[in-house]
Nanobody, 119 residues
Framework: QVPLVESGGGLVQSGGSLRLSCQTE????????MGWYRQAPGKQRELVAT???????HYADPVKGRFTISRDKAKTAVYLQMNNLNSEDTAVYYC?????????????WGQGTQVTVSS
């Protein structure tokens, strides 16, 4: 069973918006730092944003002011609201969960969801 399931990707015009969702299990949501990463064709996977269990957030410079990461405790889900999208945002977006210090180090990745921004 895949512990992280992404959804919400698709095709959008430049300047448009999308919201990605990452559904996870309760223990992961409660203990793990969650994040969104992306990988464009021919490029390395890169950090987009992270959120801790205390709701501290961190954003990569290219998305600051345009993307917002958030958590929903009731739904045990993490979201990435993406506004003012441009062609540079085209990539496969992955949800990631990093284990807390109290557990042996490990991580989970989702299967990825494609985001395509047309100009």
């Amino acid at each position: 069973q895949v512990p992280l399931v992404e959804s919400g990707g698709g095709l959008v015009q430049s300047g448009g918006s999308l919201r990605l969702s990452c559904q996870t299990e309760g223990y992961i949501f409660s203990l793990y730092t969650m994040g969104w990463y992306r990988q464009a064709p021919g490029k390395q996977r890169e950090l987009v944003a992270t959120i801790t269990t205390d709701d501290f957030t961190h954003y990569a410079d290219p998305v600051k002011g345009r993307f917002t990461i958030s958590r929903d405790k009731a739904k045990t889900a993490v979201y990435l609201q993406m506004n003012n999208l441009n062609s540079e945002d085209t990539a496969v977006y992955y949800c990631k969960a990093d284990s807390p210090d109290l557990l042996p180090a490990h991580e989970y990745w989702g299967q990825g969801t494609q985001v395509t921004v047309s100009s």
